[in-house]
Nanobody, 121 residues
Framework: VQLVESGGGLVQAGDSLRLSCVVS????????IAWFRQTPGNKRELVSL????????WYENFAKGRFAISRDNAKNTVALEMNSLKPEDPAVYYC???????????????WGQGTPVTVSS
């Protein structure tokens, strides 16, 4: 299973950015998908996840009301829409796949390579 992220870049505070994750090589609809982020010297933290069945979503507190996760099972794609970006949001954002409980524990079955997000103030 391969996960490839795209959409990262440099934006100004208050701007929006849409990250995409394309999953190949497996049964996409059977995986829950999550977005994590990591800054230098810190461990990866869970940002949001969407389950494999009815699209139930979960967000970390800092993402609630600003970020939106969605999936398109026909295109094997998960997106993370990030709005009102703040100076504390810069990180490398990673896509991950697995069971919901493994994603919540931070030990997914598969990781993408990450896409960097930079926010200028």
């Amino acid at each position: 299973v391969q996960l490839v992220e795209s959409g990262g870049g440099l934006v100004q505070a208050g701007d929006s950015l849409r990250l995409s994750c394309v999953v190949s090589g497996g049964s996409f609809s059977s995986y829950a998908i999550a977005w994590f982020r990591q800054t230098p010297g810190n461990k990866r933290e869970l940002v949001s996840l969407i389950n494999e069945n009815v699209g139930v979503t979960w967000y970390e507190n800092f993402a609630k009301g600003r970020f939106a996760i969605s999936r398109d099972n026909a295109k094997n794609t998960v997106a993370l829409e990030m709005n009102s970006l703040k100076p504390e949001d810069p990180a490398v954002y990673y896509c991950a796949a697995g069971a919901t409980y493994t994603l919540r524990l931070g030990v997914p079955d598969y990781w993408g390579q990450g896409t960097p997000v930079t926010v200028s103030s």
